[in-house]
């Protein structure tokens, strides 16, 4: 079955505490991202990749790091996380840059206390 | 003034009503033009996409573009409670993916 997973699903934790949220595709997608949700802010990007070892910010990349060392994983990383980044979390492939559908993964809720 | 404005609801229906969800957007730049579906607890799916002013219909749902007003909107004929979701509009261009911060609908049967 085609789809982008992530994990954990749901975290709590505390600030300061380094962490790392992975996203996987099994769709050979070489465009794929990261968007935090928040109530009334929608859908905000974080981080982008174009292919394997291509990385960029989106709108709101500070305090994360992403990394793409393969085609399929995309890891978002908080090396010191603050309750500003208590948020919904999701992950995102598609075919190539540009291309108009993105599948999502499930989302990860994040708890920054 | 933000790039994507749409109104977040919530926007309750009796269910076989047509449903208008809106969107406004700023930049002219903008290429492609989509809504997107996301039931509780779930990740966004791609509903519609279109490219160019005027409609598009698929099935119960039309979208429709007006470059000219900077206006988007989807509407859901004969709406169902397997509709109730949150609605967003999104705007590309280049890369970028420019998302609204969504309408929530509720389908009362």
């Known amino acids: 079955e085609a789809q982008v997973t992530q994990n954990p699903r749901y975290l709590i934790t505390v600030t300061g505490k380094k962490l790392t949220v992975t996203c996987s595709q099994n769709m050979n997608h070489e465009y794929m991202s990261w968007y935090r949700q928040d109530p009334g802010l929608g859908l905000r990007q974080i981080y982008y990749s174009m292919n394997v070892e291509v990385t960029d910010k989106g709108d709101v990349p500070e305090g994360y790091k992403v990394s793409r060392k393969e085609k399929r994983n995309f890891p978002l990383i908080l090396e010191s996380p603050s309750p500003n980044q208590t948020s919904l979390y999701f992950c995102?492939?598609?075919?190539?840059?540009?291309?108009?559908?993105?599948?999502f993964g499930p989302g990860t809720r994040l708890t920054v206390t | 003034q933000k790039e994507v404005e749409q109104d977040p609801g919530p926007l309750s229906v009796p269910e076989g009503a047509i449903v208008s969800l809106n969107c406004t957007y700023s930049?002219?730049?903008?290429?492609?033009f989509m809504w997107y579906r996301q039931y509780s607890r779930k990740g966004p799916e791609l509903l519609m996409y279109t490219y160019s002013s005027g409609n598009k219909e698929d099935g119960r749902f039309t979208a429709q573009v007006d470059k000219s007003s900077k206006y988007i909107s989807l509407f859901i004929r004969d709406s169902q409670p397997s509709d109730s979701a949150t609605y967003l509009c999104?705007?590309?261009?280049?890369?970028?993916?420019?998302f609204g911060p969504g309408t929530r609908l509720s389908v009362l049967p």
């Open positions: 995102a492939s598609s075919s190539h840059p540009g291309a108009h559908e993105q599948y």
């Open positions: 999104a705007i590309v261009y280049g890369q970028n993916f420019v």
């Open positions: 930049n002219s730049a903008f290429q492609y």
